[in-house]
């Protein structure tokens, strides 16, 4: 999981991509990165870290020019270490391209062999992003006309890359002289959003990850870029737009609704934060089937993204709500933290109790999800050590059973807690008293309440039904080899810089 973003302004724009990024922070915590181009020269810079780390006053003052485009990093396994993986990318030719991708290709195995043996381009690192881009640089090659490039032969070439490219996509590329190119793919698994602002010297245009990021800008919010759709923004100002896909079938990630968005976000006409007003709601009932109501004496959060949810299901079953668990905002979130030995440990460094809070209380927890466990097992602990009578876990998502192909870093199925497992023999595992889930159903709901239209979700790590159809039990054995062996380098750098890595 990433964020990207990308403008067209009338005048510099290092400033407002920084501050988008910054909007965009939640999204990914690795690297960050800008390209700008001034006439037709790209200016980039990247490296690890957050933004505000990244980015100093002598690398915004070598970003010039009034486009560019950014990206924050999320690290999926074996991508963390290298900053040659960090984006955007640039390719030469044709033309000149800076490119930003969020997402993952689950063909890109394929695509890099045949990019090699029959494009003849060369590939630099291990990421699908360079692939994704190096397919969309040789589209573009054969659909330009000569030495020039019109809207025509741009859309052209996206249509090239849907027909050749499997997987989740949402990208923002500069082409040089041209201007700024957005598509998403056709299942719109990833979000896209265009916003735009007027000035005297005519309209700028902004796309991103999530609307927060442009009203955060002083955008005004547009609309949401359809699946399959690309959106060419010359550099004066001249928006056009062409759907691009031969068929689309729309099936938004719901783990952006149940976790990853800001939660002041409207990701395809749903409000984040509604939708998990709704999971509360939907959870609540459950849980008035399931647990004697007289033995919960006050419902909290795991901050943050639980937090709405926790409220409204506090108040739909007349329940206390208090917040006894205080994060430090100045710890990276656990969950997207590259090394398992540094997401264990991090955890009692992130949270701390509020002891009058929990002694001599039962206690429901709320949580938006729960994927290995050990995040849960230790605030459990936390729980009980702070003077809790009994502790109970409700989780606003329903069990993580299958691994996520399309840009979440998720384990593999043997390190999910819920695989093979019911919710008592999990509870037990965690430490709680008793353990609630959301259904499958509850949480689709949450979000269709807000839009009807949204009719299909890529739910695919609670259903193991995968949107894209091209995911077979192999291509997860694979994933899997892949991700142990990267990881056992990973935790081969840890214990060489003097950590040792703990078992999840």
């Known amino acids: 999981m990433c964020g990207i973003v990308g403008v067209i302004g009338r005048g510099p724009v290092n400033q407002l991509l920084y501050d988008s990024l910054l909007l965009l922070q939640h999204r990914g915590q690795d690297a960050a990165g800008i390209a700008t181009s001034n006439g037709n020269h790209f200016n980039m810079y990247k490296a690890h870290g957050l933004v505000r780390d990244v980015f100093r006053t002598r690398n915004m003052r070598s970003l010039p020019g009034t486009s560019g485009i950014g990206q924050v ?10 900053v040659e993986e960090a984006q955007p990318f640039y390719v030469n030719a044709p033309f000149g391209i800076t490119f930003a991708h969020n997402g993952n290709l689950t063909n890109w195995h394929e695509l890099r062999e045949s990019l090699f043996k029959v494009d003849q381009r060369h590939i630099n690192t291990n990421s699908d992003s360079e692939v ?7 589209e573009l090659q054969r659909a330009a006309n000569g030495v020039s490039l019109d809207e ?35 299942h719109g698994i990833r979000p896209l959003c265009l916003g735009r602002f007027d000035t005297d010297q005519g309209s700028e245009w902004m796309v991103a990850s999530e609307s927060v990021a442009l009203e955060g800008s002083g955008f005004q919010f547009v ?34 609704y149940v976790y990853f968005a800001r939660p002041d976000s409207v990701l395809d006409g749903v409000s984040v934060y509604g939708s ?6 939907y959870l609540a009932d459950k849980l008035a089937k399931t647990l004697r109501l007289g033995d919960i004496d006050v419902v909290m959060p795991i901050p943050d993204s639980s937090r709405p949810s926790a409220m409204q299901l506090a108040d739909r079953l007349g329940l206390n709500y208090r917040e006894g668990l205080i994060k430090n905002r100045y710890v990276g979130r656990t969950f997207i933290m590259p090394g398992q030995a540094v997401r264990k440990k991090s955890v009692r460094q992130k949270l701390n109790t509020i002891g009058m809070e929990f002694k001599g209380k039962n206690v429901l927890l709320v949580d938006d999800s729960i994927v290995r466990g050990t995040t849960s097992r230790e605030i459990v602990d936390m729980a009980r050590a702070a003077g809790a009578n009994k502790v ?33 023999e999990i509870a037990k595992i965690i430490g709680a008293d008793a353990l609630v889930y959301q259904d499958i159903a509850s949480m689709q709901k949450s979000v269709t309440d807000l839009n009807p239209a949204l009719t299909r979700f890529d739910n695919s790590c609670f259903t193991g039904d995968y949107v894209t159809g ?21 935790s081969g750098l840890l214990f060489n810089m003097g950590y040792a890595a703990e078992d999840n």
């Open 132 to 138: 994704l881009l190096n397919v969309l640089a040789h």
């Open 470 to 490: 091209d995911i077979t039990p192999e291509y997860l054995e694979r994933l899997g080899r892949s991700r142990h062996n990267a990881q056992d380098e990973a």
């Open 152 to 186: 025509t032969a741009i859309f052209k070439s996206v249509k090239a890359v849907h027909q050749r490219v499997k997987g989740a996509y949402a990208v923002v590329a500069q082409i040089s002289g041209y201007g700024l190119l957005a598509f998403r793919d056709p």
């Open 223 to 256: 609309r949401d870029v359809a699946p399959g759709e690309a959106i060419f923004i010359s550099l004066d100002g001249k928006l056009s737009s062409e759907l691009c896909a031969a068929s689309t079938v729309h099936a938004p990630c719901i783990f952006e």
């Open 276 to 281: 998990r007003l709704k999971m509360g709601e």
């Open 73 to 82: 990093r999320y690290p999926t396994a074996g991508s963390s270490e290298s």
């Open 392 to 424: 109970y876990m409700a989780s606003a998502a329903p069990p993580v059973r299958y691994q996520n192909v399309y840009g979440i870093d998720m384990p593999t199925q043997k390190e999910l807690i819920a695989t093979g497992r019911d919710e008592a």
